[in-house]
Structures are given as C-alpha cells and as structure tokens.
T-cell receptor, first 112, second 112 residues
Framework: KNEVEQSPQNLTAQEGEFITINCSYS?????LHWLQQHPGGGIVSLFM???GKKKHGRLIATINIQEKHSSLHITASHPRDSAVYIC??????????????FGKGTHLIIQP | DTAVSQTPKYLVTQMGNDKSIKCEQN?????MYWYKQDSKKFLKIMFS???????INETVPNRFSPKSPDKAHLNLHINSLELGDSAVYFC???????????FGPGTRLTVT
C-alpha cells in the first residue's frame, strides 16, 4: 500500500464546477505539497502546507494533521485547469534533505 | 532565465550504453533532487544533494550516480543502461529541504 493515497484517480467535470481532490497519508510528515503536472509534462508546485489552509487565486489547499488528510479545491473550474494533480509528502526526519514521496495523481478533465 | 533547466530534453540510446543528464538551477538553492517518473506516471525520489553531500539514495541501482560539481548543478550519470531505465527523469531544487521545490522540464529517456 502506498504511503500516500489520492482520490479520485480520475475526475471529469463541467466548467464552473467546484472540484475537490483528496489526499491521505499514513506516515509522519513535516510538510505536504500539491503539484500540478500539465499535459505537456511540466511539473509546477501549487502549495506547500504543514498546517491549516492556503489560498491562491481559485485554488485552496487544506490539511488536517491529526487526521492525516489534505484536500485541494478548485473553485469556478475552467478547461485550463485540466491536468494531473499530485499530492506529495516530505517524511518527518531528524535532519538532512529529504525528497518527496508521491501519490499516484488525480487526472482532472474540465469540459467546456 | 529558466529557473531549473535540464539537458537533453529527449535521449534515445541502446542498452548497455552510458549516458548523462545535466541539471542546472539559477535560483541560488542549496538542495537539489532527481526524481524518476515511470510509464504509469508515478514519481519516485532517486537522490537528493545538500551542500554537495548526498543525503539519501532510495534503492537506486549503483549504475546511477549523481555528480555535483557545484551548488548550481546536479548531473545524473547512468552506466550500462537497461530497458527498465526508460522513464522521464525530473531534476528539482529547493532552498534547504523545508521549502517548495522547483522542477525542471524533465528528460525523456528511451532505452532500445
């Protein structure tokens, strides 16, 4: 079982709909990242969270450390939001550099 | 003024060959990473470098070796390439290990 689980794996919605993507993890973490991978393959960091909630434009990310759960919301979705959204965690460690552990991604398609 | 750049973008080679992928960042970051994205689009950490010191190495075959001539570069050398090495390789960097990561555009490696 992957340490980071995302749901749904695939999501198709109509333009304007409110989108929620969920991420659950089973290990202790020091931070959680939401990434966006465009159809062309490039990866962009959307948020890094260690607690609470962050908002950037139409995107909102929340995290509940006690429940080991995070959500990414997209308001007023648009076809240009179509991409793969990836949840990744940085595992808690005593020090040093850590890479990210990734979920399998949510493939989002927004239809006009 | 690309933040994280990788060369080449595409690399096609035969089994048994030795190849290198270069990564450079102009963000002044002190931590760099290599990730592998397999055919199922799943990302996995390979290496991270902090201040020219290899911090982690996640069950990667010793045919893979990162080389960091300075803080701005982390190159990936691969010896005796195998079919299973075919994947997209992403370089990334961050300011220390506690901040968001910036990804390069990826290098698609195809081993025939």
């Amino acid at each position: 079982k992957n340490e980071v689980e995302q749901s749904p794996q695939n999501l198709t919605a109509q333009e304007g709909e409110f989108i929620t993507i969920n991420c659950s993890y089973s290990v202790g973490i020091s931070a959680l990242h939401w990434l966006q991978q465009h159809p062309g393959g490039g990866i962009v960091s959307l948020f890094m969270l260690s607690s609470g909630k962050k908002k950037h434009g139409r995107l909102i990310a929340t995290i509940n450390i006690q429940e080991k759960h995070s959500s990414l919301h997209i308001t007023a979705s648009h076809p240009r939001d179509s991409a793969v959204y990836i949840c990744a965690v940085r595992l808690y460690s005593g020090g040093g550099a850590d890479g990210l552990t990734f979920g399998k991604g949510t493939h989002l398609i927004i239809q006009p | 003024d690309t933040a994280v750049s990788q060369t080449p973008k595409y690399l096609v080679t035969q089994m048994g060959n030795d190849k290198s992928i270069k990564c450079e960042q102009n963000l002044g970051h002190d931590t760099m990473y290599w990730y592998k994205q397999d055919s199922k689009k799943f990302l996995k950490i390979m290496f991270s470098y902090n201040n020219k010191e290899l911090i982690i190495n996640e069950t990667v075959p010793n045919r893979f070796s990162p080389k960091s001539p300075d803080k701005a570069h982390l190159n990936l050398h691969i010896n005796s390439l195998e079919l299973g090495d075919s994947a997209v390789y992403f370089c990334a960097s961050s300011r220390e290990n506690r901040y968001e990561q910036y990804f390069g555009p990826g290098t698609r490696l195809t081993v025939t």
